[in-house]
């Protein structure tokens, strides 16, 4: 991302591409679409594919990498279940990630049939598995961020196997933030301490999921926050807005 002491801003494009399928032909156009996210401000751009290519397929992936590279100190980032394989002509996650060589890759442990992100990872369970695969990426070039619930020991853990980074699962964080009441600020809390923790042994730290105009600012309070990835809220907000001052809009969110 651009070096800054601001929160960078990844533009998710997975909902443009969820439009784009639901009738023949490439209209709109994933990569175009992505190129003006990134002349309004947006510092990176985000995908998240998946074996049955129901938003982002692998064209899309390596068309918008191609796009990125002539855009410097803008990032690519790919994010998606690691054990993702093979199917049709979905190569397998991995290898998209391998041939594709992003700025960032997010491992994120999804299942093929689920809808959306809803958890970060149990590393006492599937660290030992994914330490192999961070240090594959890593030796390719690629930063690896995996994606957490906002637990200490389990942010210990990802450092301790070679992660980056980490992005801190903000599903929860969101669905509360309405209430403001005692159990939305002692959630608040853990996030706030897991920011804390991340900076203290040397992670960078990342966030997304349902982060929105409303409650961004909020969220930013927490200490050395590296990056949001944003989709589905900003695209909801581009139908309304326009998609240029939608990005602008949350940028400047990630600037104050």
């Known amino acids: 991302m651009k070096q800054s002491n601001n929160t960078a801003l990844s533009v998710n494009l997975n909902k443009i591409a969820l439009l784009r399928n639901s009738r023949p032909g490439n209209f709109p156009n994933v990569v175009a679409h992505g190129e003006t996210c990134i002349n309004a401000g947006a510092d990176g751009l985000t995908v998240h594919p998946r074996p049955d290519q129901r938003h982002i397929r692998p064209v899309d992936v390596y068309e918008l990498s191609e796009l990125v590279s002539g855009y410097p100190g803008v990032e690519f980032n790919i994010e998606g279940n690691p054990y993702a394989e093979s199917l049709g002509d979905f190569p397998g996650f991995i ?37 192999p695969l961070i240090q594959q990426l890593r030796d390719i070039g690629v930063r690896v961020s995996l994606f957490m619930d906002p637990d200490i020991e389990q942010i210990s853990l990802a450092k301790e196997i070679g992660a980056d980074r980490i992005e801190l699962y903000t599903g929860p964080f969101a669905e509360h933030f309405k209430t403001q009441d ?15 923790h991340a900076q203290a042994i040397g992670i960078g730290l990342n966030a997304g999921h349902d982060l929105n105009l409303d409650n961004l600012g909020h969220f930013r309070q927490v200490p050395a926050l590296l990056e949001v990835s944003i989709g589905h809220a900003l695209i909801v907000d581009a139908i309304a807005m326009g998609l240029i001052p939608a990005v602008q809009a949350y940028k400047k969110l990630c600037n104050q």
Do not use: M, W
């Open 95 to 131: 290898k998209l990630v391998q041939d594709v060589r992003p700025h960032q890759c997010t491992l994120v442990p999804d299942s093929n049939d689920q809808l959306t992100s809803d958890h970060g990872f149990d590393l006492k369970i599937a660290g030992e598995k994914l330490r």
């Open 182 to 196: 005692d159990f939305f600020k002692d959630l608040f809390a853990k996030y706030h301490a897991a920011a804390v």
